[in-house]
């Protein structure tokens, strides 16, 4: 089983749309939780980080439910500009203390 | 903000030839350092995590053999893909933190084996 799993997508989605993204991840031992955004042959950028008491950055919210080991992002008032892969992260113990470990992505494309 | 340099952004080698990829944090201490790989349409995966100045823990299905990672100062970690296969070819990107910086991302290094 994958630590991380999210759906892959593709999500087209018109300009101004909501869209949600959901992640689920396997290890309940998993201290803190992400979402990177990634733009095709880049590196991934911290988009914000996730609090179980939910959290709220402009059109971003992102909400986790420890209980359930359940990740979401939603994206209001969809822009062109949204358009990347999301990728969902999990900070967890190893061997050499902690790392993060990421999610397949997912894909989104917001169109005129 | 924190920066963390990584070169070459692109290198295409013959197949059987050693490539070394740098990742350097300018304005902060790295005392932990993180390679990934990334195949097309697929998922970030962790290679290895380095501590300066120990020797790097891989994870599992990694060669150690292969992918050498050197970790001897707090602003530069390097990976050698040693004796590059085709199937080599694949995005590598660093990560690095260090005292209160987070995760800094490198700009990832595209290496194409032919």
Sequence with gaps: RKEVEQDPGPFNVP?????????????????????????CRKEPKL????YSSGNEDGRFTAQLNRASQYISLLIRDSKLSDS???????????????????????TLSVSS | GAVVSQHPSRVICKSGTS?????????FQATT????????????????????????????G????????????????????TSAHPEDSSFYICSATGGRVGYTFGSGTRLTVV
């Design chain 2, 62 to 81: 990694v060669e150690k053999d292969k992918f050498l990672i050197n970790h001897a100062s707090l602003t530069l970690s390097t990976l050698t893909v």
């Design chain 1, 47 to 50: 988009l914000m980080s996730v």
């Design chain 1, 15 to 39: 300009e101004g749309a909501t869209v949600a993204f959901n992640c689920t991840y396997s290890n309940s031992a998993s201290q803190s939780f992400f979402w990177y955004r990634q733009d």
């Design chain 2, 33 to 60: 350092m993180f390679w990934y790989r990334q195949f097309p349409k697929k998922s970030l995966m962790l290679m290895a995590t380095s501590n300066e100045g120990s020797k790097a823990t891989y994870e599992q």
């Design chain 1, 84 to 106: 990347a892969t999301y990728l969902c992260v999990v900070n967890l113990a190893n061997q050499a203390g902690t790392a993060l470990i990421f999610g397949k992505g997912t």
């Design chain 2, 19 to 27: 490539v070394k990829i740098e990742c350097r944090s300018l304005d």
